[in-house]
Each structure stands twice: as C-alpha cells, then as structure tokens.
C-alpha cells in the first residue's frame, strides 16, 4: 500500500520560503506524476502543481512564478518550494500521486505563514 | 481556469436515505483522448481526501457500491442510494482535464 508523508515548517515567516518534502512508502517513486494540493481555511482545494519522476514539472500559473517542486528518486520523496508567502499561503498541504486523478495523499500538514 | 459549482453546499439527509450531490464545470470535461476527467472525492472530520469515483463512474476499490457516479460533459452527480453515518463529511468533484485542474467548493453532507 501507497503512503505519502508530509514534512516541514508548520511556521513560516512572511516573505520568507515555504518548504516541504513528502517521502512516498510502500511503493516506488518512479513511474508516476506526483502532486502538490492545497486548502487555505474556508477555501476550496487548489493544485499547486505536478513533477514526473523524470523532474519535469508543471505549475498552476497563479502560482509559477513562486514554486518550484523536485523530485529525489534515490530517497523516494518530492518537495515543495514556495517563495515571498503572505498569509494568503496559510493553508493545509497535501501531496498525492496522479494529478489528474489523486489516488493516494498524505495525511495534511498545516502551514501558517505568520511573524 | 475552469470552474466547478457544486450544489447543495449543505445537504442534510437522514440516515438511510437517498443522498445525491450536483456538480457543474464551466466548460466540457471531454479530453482530446475522449476520456472525461471528473473524480469524487470524500473528506471526513480530520481526514485527508479519499478519492471515491474517477472518470465520471469508476467506483474505486473498496468503495461502497451505494456511492455511484454519473454525467458527461459538464454536468455530473454523485449519488449515495442510502446514507449511513459514516458518509458524512464533505464530498468534493474535481476536473483533470483542463490545466490547472480545479476543485468544487465542497458540499457538506449532515445529519437532519
């Protein structure tokens, strides 16, 4: 069974860079599109953008300018980079596999972007 | 982007009862390869999303055969022939067809 793992800050400080890593289990990294979701409170989910295992990426242009996600075959996780967050950028951060059809996803993990 | 309406936003039912969600997209959901991109998606209390139906009307394993999916183009249901209690929580629809995928706003299935 497929498990994704989310990890990082749960903080982060207006301006500066929102980072995290979500480490796939229970099954190989290769192979499949890989995913970045997120859920500002009171809001609807939003697709941050995708890699391939070969690093090719994909971005939702409300947010190109700002992220950059990675991918690491040799230690089975993929990253997220998001750069110059505002509160806007509060929310819970999913990775998932598959961007067009999400099969598995991570448990969550909160980032509030506060001083 | 697309957008996708869902509705109600709230729908309480009684345990039991047919329960059956709207979701509307802004522009059809037909891919180039023919294929319609439309997931379902259930979010309990605390949970991440579990992906219920993708492709319109593909049951995924180990999903209640009470929960069903249909439409095409730009219109799409999800129905749940009797409600038990632990469907409630929020359901959400989702396009993979035109980038940046989008999401509806949620519906929140409750007691009444």
């Known amino acids: 069974q497929v498990q994704l793992q989310e990890s990082g800050p749960g903080l982060v400080k207006p301006s500066e860079t929102l980072s995290l890593t979500c480490t796939v289990s229970g099954g190989s990294i290769s192979g499949y599109y890989w995913t970045w979701i997120r859920q500002p409170p009171g809001k609807r989910l939003e697709l941050i953008g995708f890699?391939?295992?070969?690093?090719?990426?994909t971005y939702n242009p409300s947010l190109k300018s700002r992220v950059t996600i990675s991918v690491d075959t040799s230690k089975n996780h993929f990253s997220l980079r998001l750069s110059s967050v505002t509160a806007a950028d509060t929310a819970v951060y999913y990775c998932?596999?598959?961007?067009?059809?999400?099969?598995?996803w991570g448990q969550g993990t909160l980032v509030t972007v506060s001083s | 982007d697309v957008v996708m309406t869902q509705s109600p936003l709230s729908l309480p039912v009684t345990l039991g009862q047919p329960a059956s969600i709207s979701c509307r997209s802004s522009?059809?959901?037909?891919?180039?390869?023919?294929?319609?991109?439309l997931n379902w998606f259930q979010q309990r209390p605390g949970q991440s999303p579990r992906r219920l139906i993708y492709k319109v009307s593909n049951r995924d394993s180990g999903v209640p055969d009470r929960f069903s999916g249909s439409g095409s183009g730009t219109d799409f249901t999800l129905q749940i022939s009797r409600v038990e209690a632990e469907d409630l929580g929020f359901y959400y629809c989702m396009q993979g067809t035109h980038w940046p995928y989008t999401f509806g706003q949620g519906t929140k299935l409750e007691i009444k």
């Open positions: 890699v391939y295992y070969t690093g090719s990426t």
């Open positions: 522009e059809s959901l037909v891919y180039s390869d023919g294929n319609t991109y």
């Open positions: 998932a596999r598959s961007p067009i059809f999400p099969d598995y």
